[in-house]
């Protein structure tokens, strides 16, 4: 059962690309530490993993989200209902707690646009509910000085409740000097469970502090893939991120649960805060420029929000069904943003890497209010018709307390209504075939808005929302031992924001016109005998430019100056990748895997002036149970990357320093224990 559409349903009924990764698959897939462990065998997404704990991994669905030039843009992101996202579109994935969760729902395509603002698609990591008392110890180690330990423990209580609280620490010496990363996360989770209520909180605790090893140029790259910057040692590159958050549902049911008009609400709450502070390396010469904002990005975001929802549900004629799900929602964030020199003093004495002089100094502040709709009804035994709608507005200020380089203080209101519809022919008991189209709207971020590409003072009110309209066409297929999924989708987005600048750590954006996503997406299961199972994902993808356009050269830009050509592919992009496994069952507690995926070529910038190589990559596994007295012991161990291949596992869009190139891991192993006992 998934719960895409605020409601859960089997994936096999929706009108819509939607993909769910089990708890199995997530423990078989890693240590649990990064998403692109195992969304790789989700077609259509693409999830990077940068090699860099300083920067977020790099996702895009369908395309949407690949500019992100750090962070992730573009995707909605949930966790036990609970955004990711901020109003204004960004998002990180670091404090997800994969080692707790029941499934990963991936929702690709038209329908994502009910999610609201920037919802190009929508990954949601739901939580395991407590079923047992048991209690979990584990310890990882693998390559590159990776050690891991986990520790939870769960259980059902009287009265309805049930508890679940776990603990992690995760250290790494990275692929690359100057790359090390820690990471320590902490969640507790309370849940109790009524006639008709249910009731859920949520706190969790992340802290982060990793070295960042920059991105390579091409001859770097080409020498050696596995050097670390030089300005990443001298300017001592890092990042520290520390977030607290807590969330609370509540779900109730009005009535008989058979009742002729049952209905249920859902009410959910949060609220949180996040504060990063980032070491860049900028020459000091750079900062010079008196409306440059410092080589250190420091600040301080408090987050909250809410959603009300309710569903109702009837029972038709003919063994028919409808149902409405209709809500309203609000999102806020608040952050102090400052920037400093990261050096101090000058000469033979002046020390970089270190926290100087303020060069920065705003208050933010983006809010949005959405009120959403979304209906379906069976037609006919065969045929169902799904119709939905979100409408919202998001306001973003910001005011500018340091005023010695200009005011950069600016506010701006975006409206939205984005409509979908889709239909369902039932054609068997096991075949589906739909037809969707939507609206999509993605507003500017924040750090969009900040800065004007001709260097003057003021937010960039130049610049536009994008807009989509997509179409998906897909088959979805259940045989006793065989599933297969297909969807052709197009999305034509016009205002496209495209970065205009991008230097001495200053970034600025424009809008470059239209831009056309088309593509097809393929995911079959097989079991081929009951020891033996396969898997395999594909996707091609042309994401292109339609209108040509001038981009700038350097900063500040008075007018760009530099022609984009039609045609060229959106950076960032892959025009293919798959995925395929074999999995055998050699006995009831032995399971032995072989995966290959496949990564297409990605293009560095809007030019298209390099790219990154494709690269094929195989990885083995092998997942053994040991039963001792009421638990067991769950032991895995994986090589990933077994040729050694060195390619670019990712590249950063738009680098003005040409150091576009992260490359990927070489050949790495881990080892992982897992322990499980249950108790009265």
């Not at 900063?555 to 950076?571: D, E």
Request: aromatic fraction near 8%.
């Amino acid at each position: 059962m998934i719960t895409g559409s605020g409601v859960e349903q089997r994936a096999f009924d929706t009108p819509y690309a939607i993909s769910v990764v089990d708890a199995e698959t997530l423990r078989a897939a890693g240590p649990m530490v990064n998403l692109s462990e195992s969304l790789a065998r989700v077609p259509g997404l693409v999830v990077n993993a940068r090699q860099n704990y300083a920067q977020d991994l790099q996702i895009s669905s369908r395309g949407f989200g690949a500019r992100a030039t750090f962070g992730v843009r573009g995707i909605r992101l949930y966790t036990d209902g609970v955004p990711a996202s901020t109003p204004d579109g960004q998002g990180q994935v670091a404090h997800f707690d994969l080692a707790g969760a029941e499934r990963i729902e991936v929702l690709r395509g038209p329908f994502s646009a009910l999610y609201g603002n920037s919802s190009g698609g929508v990954i949601a990591v739901i939580s395991a509910r407590p079923q047992q008392r048991e209690t979990q110890l584990g310890v990882d180690a693998g390559t590159d000085g990776l050690r891991q330990w986990r520790a939870a423990v769960e259980a059902p209580l009287e009265g309805g409740f049930d508890l679940r609280a776990s603990a992690s620490g995760f250290s790494t010496d990275g692929p690359r000097p100057h790359s090390a990363a820690d990471r320590r996360l902490a969640i507790l989770r309370l849940g109790w469970q009524g006639e008709a209520d249910r009731v859920t909180v949520q706190a969790s605790l992340h802290e982060q502090p990793a070295d960042d090893p920059l991105g390579l140029t091409r001859a770097q790259f080409d020498a050696d893939p596995r050097q670390t910057a030089p300005q990443a040692i001298t300017f001592d590159t890092r990042k520290t991120i520390d977030q607290q958050q807590v969330g609370a549902q509540w779900r109730h049911r009005f009535g008989a649960a058979e009742g002729p008009w049952p209905v249920e609400s859902a009410f959910s709450v949060y609220a949180g805060s996040r504060e990063v502070t980032q070491w860049l390396a900028i020459p000091a010469a750079t900062q010079a420029n008196p409306r440059h904002p410092g080589g250190v990005v420091d600040f301080d975001r408090h987050y909250l929000g809410a959603d009300l929802r309710f569903v109702w549900r009837w029972a038709l004629a003919g063994e028919r069904s409808a149902e409405l799900i209709a809500g309203l929602a609000m999102d806020e964030q608040n952050e102090n943003r400052r920037g400093f020199e990261n050096f101090i003093g000058s000469g033979a004495t002046q020390q970089l890497g270190v926290t100087g002089r303020l060069r920065r100094d705003e208050a933010n502040r983006a809010r949005s209010n959405d009120v959403y709709a979304q209906a379906r009804a069976d037609l006919s035994a065969a045929w169902a018709a799904t119709l939905g709608v979100r409408s919202g507005r998001l306001d973003v200020r910001t005011e500018d307390a340091y005023l010695a380089n200009g005011d950069d203080s600016g506010s701006l209101q975006y409206r939205y209504t984005v409509p979908v519809a889709g239909l369902q022919w039932r054609a068997t008991p096991n075949v589906n075939l739909y037809l969707s189209a939507g609206r999509g709207f993605e507003s500017p971020t924040l750090t969009e808005l900040a800065y004007r590409p001709d260097g003057s003072a003021g937010f960039n009110t130049a610049l536009r929302p994008q807009r989509s309209r997509q179409v998906e066409l897909g088959a979805k297929w259940r045989g006793a031992q065989t599933s297969l999924e297909a969807a052709l989708f197009r999305a034509d987005t016009s205002d496209e924001i495209g970065i205009a600048t991008n230097a001495g750590g200053r970034s600025t954006f424009t809008n470059v016109g239209r831009t056309r996503r088309d593509g097809a997406e393929l995911a079959a299961r097989w079991q081929a005998a009951p020891d033996w199972r396969t898997q395999v994902a594909v996707t091609w993808l042309d994401a292109t430019y339609v209108d040509g356009f001038l981009t700038c050269a350097g900063v500040p830009c008075a007018a760009p100056t530099v022609p984009v050509p039609a045609g060229n592919r959106i950076a960032g992009t892959m025009r293919k990748s798959g995925f395929a496994e074999i999995a055998w069952r050699a006995a009831s507690h032995t399971e032995i895997g072989a995966e290959l995926r496949a990564q297409g070529s990605m293009a560095v910038n809007d030019l298209n002036s390099d790219a990154s190589s494709g690269a094929w990559i195989g990885a083995l596994r092998a997942t053994h149970q040991i039963p001792i007295g009421s638990g067991r012991l769950d032991l895995l161990a994986r090589v990933d990357n077994l040729t050694d291949r060195r390619y670019a596992g990712s590249v950063i869009v738009g680098d003005a320093n040409g150091r576009y190139f992260e490359p990927a891991a070489g050949r790495t192993w881990l080892l992982s224990a897992t322990w499980r006992a249950t108790w009265n």
